[in-house]
């Protein structure tokens, strides 16, 4: 059975601070990491995808991947209210090109 | 607008009747989904179709069949529901998981 563990949450941080996202999976022969977004009732979307050990930014967002340790984390800087949601950890199934396998996920609060 | 078009979004069922979710992508995405999400459980695969023509299991296939149609559209159908199967559904595309906006279903 391959796992990804996410704490549940909630992670709370204030406005303007950085929230620290981790995911642990168990699948080495994971290759590539999906982020996704999920507001409360609505669908999944993807935030950042990385493929390469080491940092992959994109605007406030910053993915960490160290396959060595089987650890990815999702960095968002001056965090907003707006950013409130769980957010999923997706590692590519080692053995398929087409599924991923997705953690519980963490809820995130930004507190104004 | 582009996307991923599931229907219904809402439906109850009583146990042991059968129902079929539609969905359809305009992305010509050739892989496509059908996840269900529980509470703290995440999202689950039930099947996946890499493309036209083939189709998969995925961790919980159990109680479920699909069609892939075409390349556009992917059916799921639920021969004889039951309540274990209340949840809700979203249906994805494309490598990277463009997913619709979810079918809720209960099952009495």
């Known amino acids: 059975q391959k796992e990804v563990e996410q704490n549940s949450g909630p992670l709370s941080v204030p406005e303007g601070a950085i929230a620290s996202l981790n995911c642990t999976y168990s699948?080495?022969?994971?290759?590539?990491f999906f982020w996704y977004r999920q507001y409360s009732g609505k669908s999944p979307e993807l935030i950042m995808f990385?493929?390469?050990?080491g940092d992959k930014e994109d605007g406030r967002f910053t993915a960490q991947l160290n396959k060595a340790s089987q650890y990815v984390s999702l960095l968002i800087r001056d965090s907003q209210p707006s950013d409130s949601a769980t957010y999923l950890c997706?590692?590519?199934?080692?053995?398929?090109?087409?599924?991923?396998?997705f953690g519980s996920g963490t809820r995130l609060l930004v507190r104004p | 607008n582009a996307g991923v078009t599931q229907t219904p979004k809402f439906q109850v069922l009583k146990t042991g009747q059968s129902m079929t979710l539609q969905c359809a992508q305009d992305?010509?995405?050739?892989?496509m989904y059908w996840y269900r999400q529980d509470p703290g459980m995440g999202l689950r695969l039930i099947y996946y179709?890499?493309?036209?023509?083939?189709?998969d299991k995925g961790e919980v296939p159990n109680g479920y069949n699909v069609s892939r149609l075409n390349k556009r559209e992917f059916s799921l159908r639920l021969e004889s529901a039951a309540p274990s199967q209340t949840s809700v559904y979203f249906c994805?595309?494309?490598?990277?998981?463009?997913f619709g906006e979810g079918s809720r279903l209960t099952v009495l």
């Open positions: 992305m010509n995405h050739n892989s």
């Open positions: 997706a590692p590519l199934d080692g053995d398929s090109s087409y599924k991923l396998i």
């Open positions: 179709s890499a493309s036209e023509g083939t189709t």
């Open positions: 990385i493929y390469s050990n």
């Open positions: 699948d080495r022969g994971s290759q590539s």
């Open positions: 994805a595309s494309g490598p990277r998981l463009f």
